[in-house]
């Protein structure tokens, strides 16, 4: 006897034809245009009205799973429009909790107490910690809108104000936002960050890994700058000399050329007068 795989009846009712023996014509196998997505993704639903938890910010859509299928904070931010909240609307208190923590994660690593203030502070820092994920938004994300018009993610891990293990990487003001069918214009931006005791390599040294997060939100930021957006896809960083902790830094980056969907990019990182390192990087804007 055959396999199932070898039974010609099987494989005429795949190929869309009446079962082997069977009379009348042939049956014709219409396949409906259904869209394509990812692997493992979600489809993208729309996106609800975004709901203010109450004593802090954030834009949520309802549910998780609406923004499964979402796969940048830029993107997200064109769902929402204009129901992406001012930067205004941030509390003060939100900013200053982050900051403290941001000076805590590089007082810990440097810290030379003794162990019975270790074991004190663990303890302090434990209730901190149940108290605050007493009240957790969900989705994390926190999206608002800059005065000029920009969506800016509060939340994301290369500078935002919400997130202590964020560099404080603040850039100079951009230009006004080109018009939506304004031909392309590379515009170069420029930032500022110190990294701290937290972000150490070798002695004195920030960790290659930091530098890299530095370039990743730089280059962004240029796309931004030039009225593009997309999620990386390729990072190449070269370094020329170590980047000192505790010392002034200046990045400059900007988007050197769009091929269809892809942005290309490059900068650089300074400290002082010494090139530190340069990068190159791809960003690919997502399909709609």
């Given at each position: ?8 009846r099987?494989?005429?009712r ?42 802090g ?27 992406v ?35 004190r ?122 980047a ?45």
């Amino acid at each position: 006897m055959g396999s199932a795989d070898g039974d010609p009846r099987r494989h005429g009712r795949l190929r869309g034809g009446p079962p082997a023996g069977a009379a009348g014509p042939p049956r014709v196998l219409v396949r409906r245009n259904r869209p394509r997505r990812r692997c493992g993704a979600r489809p993208l639903r729309p996106v609800r009205r975004p709901v203010r938890r109450p004593g802090g910010p954030g834009v949520v859509s309802g549910s998780p799973d609406d923004l499964a299928g979402v796969g940048s904070a830029s993107r997200l931010g064109e769902l929402l429009g204009d129901r992406v909240p001012p930067a205004s609307s941030i509390p003060a208190a939100a900013i200053t909790l982050a900051d403290a923590a941001r000076d805590l994660l590089d007082a810990v690593v440097a810290t030379d107490v003794d162990e019975a203030t270790r074991e004190r502070l663990a303890s302090v820092l434990r209730d901190v910690a149940a108290e605050l994920r007493s009240a957790r938004r969900e989705p994390v994300i926190v999206l608002v809108r800059e005065a000029d018009g920009r969506v800016n993610n509060l939340t994301q891990a290369g500078c935002g104000p919400l997130n202590p293990r964020a560099p404080v990487l603040r850039f100079d003001p951009f230009p006004p936002p080109p018009e939506p069918e304004a031909a392309f214009r590379s515009v170069e931006v420029t930032g500022h960050v110190t990294l701290d005791e937290s972000f150490g390599g070798g002695p004195g040294r920030a960790h290659g890994g930091a530098v890299a997060t530095i370039f990743d939100e730089a280059l962004g930021r240029a796309n931004v700058a030039a009225g593009l957006s997309g999620m990386t896809v390729a990072l190449e960083v070269r370094f020329r000399a170590g980047a000192p902790l505790g010392v002034p830094l200046r990045v400059t980056a900007r988007c050197d050329r769009v091929e269809g969907r892809k942005r290309f990019t490059s900068g650089e990182l300074w400290a002082g007068e010494t090139l530190v390192a340069e990068a190159t990087a791809v960003y690919v804007i997502e399909r709609t």
